[in-house]
Antibody, heavy 114, light 113 residues
């Protein structure tokens, strides 16, 4: 059973950069696409972007200029960096393996506040 | 990419059946069978209830079923129960030219009367 677990700071200051890591267990990160998704409080789900284990990426055009997604196959992890944060980036961030049979992490709340 | 269109709310009485629609385009729902549905209770992570349009994960009640016609996917919940009252989201793979992505619906709040 594939399991995903997000980790990172729960509070980040405006204008700073958010860094989150997703650790995959119960399966190898190879041969799949791995995504980040977020959900602002009281709102819907938004796909942020994905990375293939080989390193190729794609991001939501609305966030593309601020997003970097990377992968570390040796650690079975992939990461998200989101720059120039504002209060609008406050959300629960999920990592997931979308696809034929989706797997999601439990999510981590990130609050952007000074 | 545009969000998939779901009704903001639906309602039904216990024991009845309801259907939630999820309308996309020929670039997403209409062209790919990678449509999934999620149930999300307040403060919890989304729970997968349907994948690949109509497949049910192990352990998910048979009261939940999915289908697709053209650019619209649908989630049907039969024999409504009080515990079904919560939010539901659809998700689809999308591709426009060489750009591949995933797109979500705006969510539907189900009220059990």
């Amino acid at each position: 059973q594939v399991q995903l677990q997000e980790s990172g700071p729960g509070l980040v200051k405006p204008s700073e950069t958010l860094s989150l890591t997703c650790t995959v267990s119960g399966g190898f990160i190879s041969n799949y696409y791995w995504s980040w998704i977020r959900q602002p409080p009281g709102k819907g789900l938004e796909w942020i972007g994905y990375i293939y284990y080989s390193g190729s990426t794609n991001s939501n055009p609305s966030l593309k200029s601020r997003v970097t997604i990377s992968v570390d196959t040796s650690k079975n992890q992939f990461s998200l960096r989101l720059r120039s944060l504002t209060a609008a980036d406050t959300a629960v961030y999920y990592c997931a393996r979308l696809g034929n049979y989706p797997y999601w992490g439990q999510g981590t709340l990130v609050t952007v506040s000074s | 990419q545009s969000a998939l269109t779901q009704p903001a709310s639906v309602s039904g009485s216990p024991g009845q059946s309801i259907t939630i629609s999820c309308t996309g385009t020929s670039s997403d729902v209409g062209s790919y069978n990678l449509v999934s549905w999620y149930q999300q209770h307040p403060g919890k992570a989304p729970k997968l209830i349907i994948y690949e349009v109509s497949e049910r994960p192990s352990g998910v009640s048979t009261r939940f079923s999915g289908s697709k016609s053209g650019n619209t996917a649908s989630l049907t919940i039969s024999g409504l129960q009080a515990e079904d009252e919560t939010d539901y989201y659809c998700c689809s793979y999308a591709r426009s030219g060489t750009f591949a992505s995933w797109v979500f619906g705006g969510g539907t709040k189900l009220t059990v009367l």
